[in-house]
T-cell receptor
Framework: SAVISQKPSRDICQRGTSLTIQCQVD?????MFWYRQQPGQSLTLIAT?????????ESGFVIDKFPISRPNLTFSTLTVSNMSPEDSSIYLC?????????????FGDGTRLSIL | SQQGEEDPQALSIQEGENATMNCSYK?????LQWYRQNSGRGLVHLIL?????REKHSGRLRVTLDTSKKSSSLLITASRAADTASYFC??????????????FGKGTKLSVKP
């Protein structure tokens, strides 16, 4: 198991601004994931962040809009750039912990973002 | 892209009753996982069932997997008000044996009335 802290827990932002979300894990992990959950919807993977390499983005998500940093094995940030009301969502980070061949993901509580 | 599709979308039951949620998916998988999300919180992992397993239990939870029908079910027995949450299935698509990314379904919103 892992304890994952996300900051901020929520924010209200103005159109055109950017916000950086932090994700801190209490243990070293190789892979960290960033998801978006639009209101009343399921989770969509934005990107996978490995320490020491560029993040891998899923179809429909680009680095210019969602730059990600992964400076070490316990921390990552996701920036939502040039925000518009369509970016209003919950953003969640998750990690895989354990040595099993297949292992579950552990999630932070998410950042609830509203853009005016 | 969406993989899992849960049904029903919403389920309302009385405390003590059993709740059954179903999930269907489209591609070959390594495993299927169920998660719970309480309002305003992140997801909590409940159970993982591998593609070569047919049934798995954890406390009041029972998960079945039918790979021929590409479907899974989650049964919560003797439900409690605290089970009120959204439940998501997530599939780990098969990429020649290696673990892929999780693809989440749309979820079932369960309401358990005291």
């Amino acid at each position: 198991s892992a304890v994952i802290s996300q900051k901020p827990s929520r924010d209200i932002c103005q159109r055109g601004t950017s916000l950086t979300i932090q994700c801190q894990v209490d243990s070293q992990v190789t892979m960290m994931f960033w998801y978006r959950q639009q209101p009343g919807q399921s989770l969509t993977l934005i990107a996978t962040a490995n320490q020491g390499s560029e993040a891998t983005y899923e179809s429909g998500f680009v680095i210019d809009k969602f730059p990600i940093s992964r400076p070490n094995l316990t921390f990552s940030t996701l920036t939502v750039s040039n925000m518009s009301p369509e970016d209003s969502s919950i953003y969640l980070c998750s990690v895989e912990v354990g040595q099993l061949e297949y292992q579950p993901q552990h999630f932070g509580d998410g950042t609830r973002l509203s853009i005016l | 892209s969406q993989q899992g599709e849960e049904d029903p979308q919403a389920l309302s039951i009385q405390e003590g009753e059993n709740a059954t949620m179903n999930c269907s998916y489209k591609t070959s998988i390594n495993n299927l996982q169920w998660y719970r999300q309480n309002s305003g919180r992140g997801l909590v992992h409940l159970i993982l069932i591998r593609s070569n397993e047919r049934e798995k239990h954890s406390g009041r939870l029972r998960v079945t997997l039918d790979t021929s029908k590409k479907s899974s079910s989650l049964l919560i027995t003797a439900s409690r008000a605290a089970d009120t949450a959204s439940y998501f299935c997530a599939t780990d698509e098969y990429y020649g044996g290696s673990q892929g990314n999780l693809i989440f379904g749309k979820g079932t919103k369960l309401s358990v009335k005291p």
